[in-house]
């Protein structure tokens, strides 16, 4: 079992940037794909970025290329998310989630761990 915690969250004017953690405790994060996703009201939850367990791969969603970049320390249980040049588009729940299966994976079903989520609001 793997308990994730999200941090970093908050209200931030357009243009922005903000830096989202997730912290894991019960197991070590190094064995797990890691994700990103994002849930804004009355939308369905989405990918927003992933890592693989290594580190050596990442993937994005097309919304966020270029403005957002997933990192992780295996040595530390942590996964960040460095979010730039916020859109209020951006605004949503954003939830940390942690995956048994290989690869990379990008849909919400293959992601088997979830934090609680943190609050990301841009205003224009």
């Known amino acids: 079992q793997v308990q994730l915690v999200e941090s970093g969250g908050g209200l931030v004017q357009a243009g922005g940037s903000l830096m989202l953690s997730c912290a894991a405790s019960?197991?070590?994060?190094?064995?797990?794909?890691m994700g990103w996703f994002r849930q804004a009201p009355g939308k369905e939850r989405e990918f927003v970025a992933g890592i693989s367990r290594t580190g050596s791969s990442t993937d994005y969603a097309d919304s966020v290329k270029g403005r957002f970049t997933i990192s992780r320390d295996n040595a530390k249980n942590t996964v960040s998310l460095q979010m730039n040049s916020l859109k209020p588009g951006d605004t949503a729940v954003y939830y940390c989630?942690?995956?048994?299966?290989?690869?990379?994976?990008?849909?919400?079903?293959?992601?088997?761990?979830w934090g609680q989520g943190t609050q990301v609001t841009v205003s224009s």
């Open positions: 989630a942690a995956a048994r299966s290989a690869g990379l994976p990008t849909s919400v079903g293959r992601y088997d761990y």
């Open positions: 019960g197991r070590t994060l190094g064995n797990y794909p």
